[in-house]
């Protein structure tokens, strides 16, 4: 029975048009590095670098909307008495703007100042010390392979990815990975697969 639910925010609560492949090559950073990990290196922010990334990162934040059925889905979760945290590599601002703009609620919301970074899994190990739940009551619902390791590496056995022609090739390499639509598709999954 799931006890918490983990979300990523960018392309999983809300949609995403940031292009990851021209923010690497505009913040010279090759693929595979951790952008924020470079970013704040040695206990030191490069804001140069972190300019161009939240300069990216704002424009995304005004042209986003929630994904199809979120609203409701966070109302479904809160009567079952499942726990929410939105988990994002983003900074409070944006989140806080859009949680705000669209009237969404999450139980906790951890945002990169506390640099708790995914891949990393403290960031979910953080947030379930802060509920208490353990990895088996707890389902992790995100869009990326940054999410689907960090979820592994906290040993969290449900992993719900929204369907895009990234995450399907994504599944190739993870099947325990479970691809959802949208937040009625994903609300009927977890009904069918008896998490409740």
Do not use: C
Request: aromatic share 10%.
């Amino acid at each position: 029975m799931i006890k918490l639910a983990i979300f990523d925010m960018d392309g999983t609560v809300f949609t995403s048009h940031l292009d990851w492949l021209k923010i690497r090559e505009k913040l010279k950073i090759p693929p595979g590095g951790n952008i924020l990990e470079e970013i704040y290196k040695d206990n030191q922010v490069d804001n140069k670098r972190l300019e161009i990334l939240e300069s990216f990162e704002k424009e995304n934040t005004l042209k986003t909307e929630p994904i199809n059925g979120i609203s409701d889905f966070l109302i479904f979760l809160k009567r079952e008495n499942i726990s929410t945290i939105l988990l994002t590599n983003n900074n409070r601002e944006n989140t806080y703007y859009l949680l705000e703009k669209f009237h969404l609620g999450f139980d906790l919301v951890v945002t990169r100042e506390l640099k708790l970074w995914k891949p990393d899994p403290e960031a979910f190990f953080y947030a379930m010390k802060k509920t208490g739940y353990t990895p088996g009551e707890t389902i992790s619902i995100g869009d990326s392979h940054y999410d689907v390791k960090a979820s592994q590496r906290a040993n969290v056995p449900y992993i719900f990815i929204i369907k895009t022609p990234r995450s399907i090739s994504l599944q190739k390499e993870s099947p325990d990975i479970i691809l959802f639509d949208d937040y009625i598709d994903l609300k009927r999954i977890i009904k069918e697969k008896g998490l409740l």
